[in-house]
């Protein structure tokens, strides 16, 4: 579909126009549902979208939000996206063109774009464009490439068949002590968050998203329309291990999860994601996807290579490790792409800019900067 459209512009926080065409097109990340933009505001970030309209329906589109940074300007980022209708590449091309002029125009120094799962297609049209591969260690660095897919469209035999024994044996033993699994409520998100929390504190790292604020505005914002869901696992009367994840369009993404630390023995962590999976297939979800794995990690598994040192002590190591053993296909963002404000900036950012982000002092004086413009919106 490549015929006469009209361009829109759309700066509010919420779109239920765009909402509605993006949670219908398969594969759709939450991340580009305008309701995760409105709570995303509350980390400093700022979310347009930019689509063509066809005779009164949306056919193209991309939902960028971006961090303005003193002296340099805005720098974009658009995860999952474009979204395109039936993934049209002639459409995706003519779409490139106007997205461009419309950052450039609207002072944006550069953005990256991860392109969606699986799909190459649209990789080779950024490449034909000439569009530059994004650098290691440009911001935005806290980029999501690789992830782990169940295929839901298969008997539940196939599907537990592809579970490590191991792991089929820890959710045995966990369902056979008798755990409650229930999907959760408002009154349940801060208990979410606490054991989620507390799951940090064992394990001494820091919660991306360590404000319970931002956790209850994702649900006034989401849950009424079923895209936002936390589930509950409870043992004697009390909440034990809890996860948060997105319903949106034909996959459920399981995002973040909490543990008390309490029935270590009864691995109730993992009856929990494999009741999760089993209610995302009672409910018609076509995936159910991990959200994030270490491609490293998960390719030497794969490939039944013995994990040296290295790839054992890399950040993400053990959560990749728990998630590889439910199976599942290890898919890859085809590429991340850049898009520059022009050719000069193009210039000294991948000749020059790169080799100084890799310098400590310049990481900590970006991430100075950026904490600044967060608490100046």
């Known amino acids: ?23 219908e097109i398969p594969g759709v990340y939450f991340e580009q549902i305008s309701l995760w933009a409105v709570s995303n505001k509350m980390l400093g970030w700022t979310t347009w979208r930019f689509y063509f309209k066809s005779e009164s329906r949306i056919i193209a589109g991309a939902q960028v939000a971006f961090l303005n940074y ?36 609207n002072g944006f120094l550069y953005t990256a774009i991860v392109l969606p799962y699986k799909n190459e297609a649209y990789s080779n049209v950024f490449r034909q464009k000439g569009l530059s591969v994004k650098p290691e260690g440009l911001p935005p660095t ?24 191991g792991r089929k044996r820890n959710i045995k033993k966990g369902l056979k002590a008798g755990p409650v699994f229930r999907e959760g409520t408002k009154d349940d998100v801060k208990v979410f968050y606490d054991l989620m929390m507390a799951m940090c504190d064992r394990r001494q790292t820091k919660p991306t998203h360590k404000n319970v604020k931002f956790f209850f505005e994702l649900w006034d914002n989401m849950a009424s329309k079923g895209w936002f869901k936390i589930f509950m696992l409870e043992y004697k009367g009390k909440a034990v291990c809890s996860l948060a994840g997105f319903a949106v369009g034909d996959t459920f993404r399981y995002w973040k999860w909490g543990w008390s ?25 076509r ?15 794969n490939e039944h290579k013995e994990l ?70």
Not at 7 to 21: A, H, L, M
Not at 261 to 285: C, D, H, P, Q, R
Not at 350 to 369: E, I, P, R
Request: aromatic content about 12%; charged content about 25%.
């Open 70 to 105: 003193p002296l340099a300007g805005k720098i974009g980022l658009v995860v999952q996206g474009p979204v395109i209708l039936n993934e049209d590449t002639e459409l995706l091309s003519i779409f490139i063109d106007e997205f461009k002029l419309f950052l450039k125009k």
């Open 1 to 23: 579909m490549t015929g006469k459209y009209t361009i829109v512009i759309c700066k509010n926080e919420k779109n239920d126009e765009w909402d509605n065409f993006a949670s």
């Open 308 to 377: 040296t040192d290295d790839l054992k002590n890399r950040s993400f190591a053990g959560p990749t490790l728990f998630k590889l053993r439910f199976g599942g296909e290890l898919v890859s963002t085809p590429g991340i792409y850049i898009l520059f404000k022009n050719k000069i900036i193009r210039f000294l950012v991948m000749k020059l800019a790169v080799n100084l982000l890799n310098s400590k002092g310049v990481n900590k004086l970006l991430g100075f900067v950026r904490s600044v413009t967060m608490r100046n919106t």
């Open 142 to 165: 806290a980029v999501v490439k690789d992830t782990l897919f169940i295929d839901l469209d298969r008997d539940d035999d196939s599907i537990w068949k592809n579970i490590s024994p």
């Open 287 to 301: 995936y159910f996807d991990f959200v994030q794995v270490d491609h490293y990690v998960a390719k030497a598994v």
């Open 261 to 285: 630390g309490e029935y270590e023995e009864m691995n109730f962590s993992s009856v929990l994601i494999w009741k999760t999976i089993e209610w995302a297939k009672e409910n018609g979800f």
